[in-house]
């Protein structure tokens, strides 16, 4: 069992960044692939990034590339997202996820944190 939560949303201008940290319990952290989604008011939950295990492989959805880094510290079983350049179309619920293997495939993700939300003003 993995349980995770999220932390660092909020409220930001046009242009502005922010950190978003998802913090995991139990042991076993190292072993799995970790994404980051949103889902803006009325939309679908959508991919926005994942890294594998070890950090050897990242994946980005094309609408963040360039602006967002994913990133992981195994030792502080943490995950991070760096955004940049934030839009308002950014504006979303934020959740991270645990799976076996790095996919954009939201189904393919077993452990889910609650959400941290994200607004980007115009």
């Known amino acids: 069992q993995v349980q995770l939560v999220e932390s660092g949303g909020g409220l930001v201008q046009t242009g502005g960044s922010l950190r978003l940290s998802c913090v995991a319990s139990?042991?076993?952290?190292?072993?799995?692939?970790m994404g980051w989604f949103r889902q803006a008011p009325g939309k679908e939950r959508d991919f926005v990034a994942a890294?594998?295990?070890?950090?050897?492989?990242?994946n980005y959805a094309d609408s963040v590339k360039g602006r967002f880094t994913i990133s992981r510290d195994n030792a502080k079983n943490t995950v991070y997202l760096q955004m940049n350049s934030l839009k308002p179309e950014d504006t979303a619920v934020y959740y991270c996820?645990?799976?076996?293997?790095?996919?954009?495939?939201?189904?393919?993700?077993?452990?889910w944190g609650q959400g941290t939300q994200v607004t980007v003003s115009s």
């Open positions: 996820a645990a799976g076996r293997m790095i996919t954009m495939d939201q189904n393919q993700y077993v452990y």
């Open positions: 139990g042991r076993s952290f190292s072993t799995y692939a």
């Open positions: 890294i594998r295990y070890n950090g050897g492989i990242t």
